[in-house]
């Protein structure tokens, strides 16, 4: 049984490919102009570095406002029809944007692309179309290709810009935002039933437990601060590449890849050692430090070498932080409050994506280039002074399975399970284990047979 529970079925995995392949696509749409804006921006009438900012970042403030909402929405009304119609808001504002002539119509374009926000609508599907069992794995394919979308973004984005411009990148993403409709209706399989999964939806009941968790709030205001820093930086990277390294746009691309190649092989050991050595607390810090480090290498120097980097130590820290904070949300929270927890910090990481761009935007417009990372710096100095103060997380696992009959005790009494809570009208056990220490075995007996 432990196997079984181990290996997605066929259904799971084509729906956890299709969802992944849908959130990719948004995802595309959303970040691929962004090594390249800062240099589109400068030609439109009546831009400064202000509205660059508001144009880049204000996506965040719709999706975060909308991306509840419409995840409620789709408990009312069925999880495709609000998806599909997000997607339809999506390829509107793409094509708005793609179509207008100046900053002005970017910004209302790019806020209508934030209002498409089937994020949870779309975690709500895959949970629908998975087994309790199987359900992190396919919540982790779909972050996976969060992922590879941000990083073949910043590659892509500049290729694309020599190809077809600023204008011809939004309106292939409504392309991509219509293909994500097909994808939807032709190999997302139905759900024999929707209902509320509280590991992956926000429960409104749960919302002032949530709220009230200092260390969950120092999570939040961690993706906060790393979306802020990203767009921020990403004002006046493109900037400097052209004017002080020397890199025409459309060489830019040749940058992005090693750096972000060389980031993942850097990154990779420190989420071993924070895992499987029980250190993610000095880890996560030290990244937060490194990020640092990176804003003021940036901050000093301004030549290609110095540049190149110090972009290798901003991504290394950016991946690592951005694969830690999730992990880290789902260890603190309580087992049943998961799905609230990640609802405000998907909120607290596109409100961050939005301060990020207008007031980096802002700084930028004041105190030049050097304003912009300034800004990024002092946030990250507050992250840091917060992060410090954080407990050591406990290495713990969210684990979930189908139960009848079984008390929180019986299941606490099992070797490495830490939390129990049960949820009778689901019948369904919300757990936290420790994996190394958990006797599976035992813990699979009491488990409805699958």
Not at 325 to 331: G, M, Q, W, Y
């Amino acid at each position: 049984m432990s196997e079984f529970r181990e290996k997605l079925g066929s259904q799971e995995r084509q729906a956890g490919i299709s969802l992944a392949l849908i959130y990719a696509f948004r995802m595309l749409g959303l970040f691929m102009i962004l090594p390249v804006f800062a240099l589109y921006a400068e030609e439109l009438p009546e831009t400064t570095p202000m509205l660059t900012g508001l144009a880049l970042g204000i996506y965040g403030l719709t999706q975060a406002i909308l991306q509840i909402p419409f995840g409620m929405l789709s408990d009312k009304v069925g999880r495709k029809p609000v998806i599909a119609a997000g997607l339809l808001i999506f390829a509107a504002g793409s094509l708005l944007a793609a179509s207008a002539d100046g900053i002005y119509g970017i910004i209302a374009g790019r806020a209508l692309q934030g209002a498409g926000a089937i994020a949870a609508a779309l975690m709500a599907l895959a949970a629908d179309l998975s087994r309790e069992e199987h359900r992190m794995r396919m919540m982790a394919l779909i972050g996976m290709s969060i992922g590879v979308a941000f990083a073949v973004s910043m590659v892509l984005g500049p290729i694309l810009n020599e190809w077809i411009g600023v204008s011809g990148i939004f309106a292939g993403t409504a392309v991509l935002a219509v293909i994500g409709i097909g994808i939807l209706y032709l190999f997302v399989p139905n759900p024999p039933e929707s209902h509320f999964h509280r590991d992956a939806e926000l429960q409104t009941s749960s919302l002032k437990n949530v709220l009230k968790s200092p260390d969950l709030l120092r999570l939040d205001a961690g993706i906060f601060t790393l979306h802020f820093v990203l767009m921020a930086v990403f004002l006046v990277i493109p900037l400097e590449l052209r004017d002080d390294a020397g890199l025409a746009a459309a060489q830019h691309w040749q940058l992005y890849l090693p750096v972000f190649v060389v980031s993942v092989v850097l990154m990779v050991p420190f989420i071993l050692l924070a895992e499987r050595k029980d250190l993610m607390k000095p880890v996560f810090v030290g990244a937060i430090a490194g990020l640092m480090v990176a804003v003021i290498g940036l901050l000093s120097g301004r030549d290609l070498v110095t540049i190149t980097v110090f972009m290798v130590f901003f991504f290394t820290a950016f991946n690592l932080l951005e694969a830690s904070l999730p992990s880290l949300v789902a260890k603190t929270a309580p087992a049943d409050q998961k799905g609230t927890a990640m609802g405000v910090y998907s909120s607290s990481q596109f409100m961050g994506a939005f301060a990020g761009g207008a007031a980096g935007g802002l700084a930028h417009n004041h105190w030049g280039i050097d304003g912009a990372y300034s800004a990024a710096l002092a946030m990250l100095l507050i992250w840091l002074l917060i992060a410090i103060f954080m407990k050591k997380p406990r290495n713990l696992s969210t684990y979930l399975m189908k139960v009848t009959g079984v008390s929180p005790q019986q299941l606490l009494a099992v070797r490495g399970v830490a939390e129990a809570a049960i949820i009778e009208a689901e019948g369904v056990a919300y757990l936290k284990v420790e994996k190394r220490i958990l006797d599976e075995e035992t813990l699979l007996s009491y488990a409805e047979p699958l």
